[in-house]
């Protein structure tokens, strides 16, 4: 039997430290899975930069498509695998944008490039070419030259409020063990689910 903690977040959290003691590579790596307004679903990797107020938290454009696809439906899914350690986490639930202020607190940690990248991205849109990007960057550097970049109203971050979190442990012969914390009211189910 796992030894294994009652709290999901705890849980997870552990993992975390485990992959990142084995030296996993971007352990904090996570596919992000939404539905558009088509009902067409699309993953992408983005970074989990935090777990905090009950949910998981990442940053990116929210004018983009996966920006675009939460407003429209909040459902996603975030799925970390970290094969040194086998195992798996999924994460389902509904994603919320978090305040402007965790924004700007987390936006002012970020290497000046990375700031000057998020004004010049239209992320997700088609570009004439890469030139265009370019000229971009610089028309920005010199817009704020000798000051610090403020952060775009349309960059932020969203904070998923899981309403299951499934833990996958692979084991020889297929025999994995997934557990299941699914969240009723206020409290969490546990269970196990077949491999
Ligand atoms: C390792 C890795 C980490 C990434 N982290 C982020 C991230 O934290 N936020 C983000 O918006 N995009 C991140 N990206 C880029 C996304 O995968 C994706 O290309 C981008 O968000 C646009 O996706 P969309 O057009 O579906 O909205 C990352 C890509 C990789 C490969």
Redesign the pocket.
Request: with cysteine.
């Given at each position: 039997m796992i030894d294994f903690n009652k709290d999901p977040f705890e849980q997870f959290d552990r993992l975390l430290k485990e992959a990142a003691e084995k030296q996993i590579p971007?352990a904090n790596?996570m596919s992000v899975a939404t539905v558009d307004e088509r009902g067409v679903p699309?993953v992408?990797?983005?970074?989990l930069k935090e777990v905090s107020q009950g949910g998981f938290v990442?940053?990116?454009?929210y004018n983009?498509?996966?920006?675009q696809s939460i407003e429209y439906n909040s459902n996603v899914c975030l799925n970390f695998y970290w094969p040194a350690i086998w195992q798996q986490v999924r994460i389902t639930g509904k994603a919320e944008k978090i305040s402007a202020a965790e924004s700007d607190a987390y936006f002012a940690t970020r290497p000046r490039l990375s700031q000057i990248g998020a004004w010049a991205s239209h992320?997700?849109e088609v570009i004439p070419d890469i030139d265009w990007l370019s000229r971009r960057v610089q028309e920005y550097e010199k817009q704020f030259d000798g000051q610090s970049v403020p952060r775009p109203p349309h960059w932020g971050g969203w904070r998923v409020i899981p309403q299951e979190i499934e833990f996958w442990f692979g084991l020889t012969g297929r025999l994995h063990h997934r557990y299941v914390f699914h969240r009723e009211g206020s409290l969490w189910k546990t269970f196990m689910r077949s491999p």
């Open positions: 971007e790596a699309s992408r990797v983005c970074y990442f940053y990116g454009n983009s498509h996966k920006g992320q997700s």
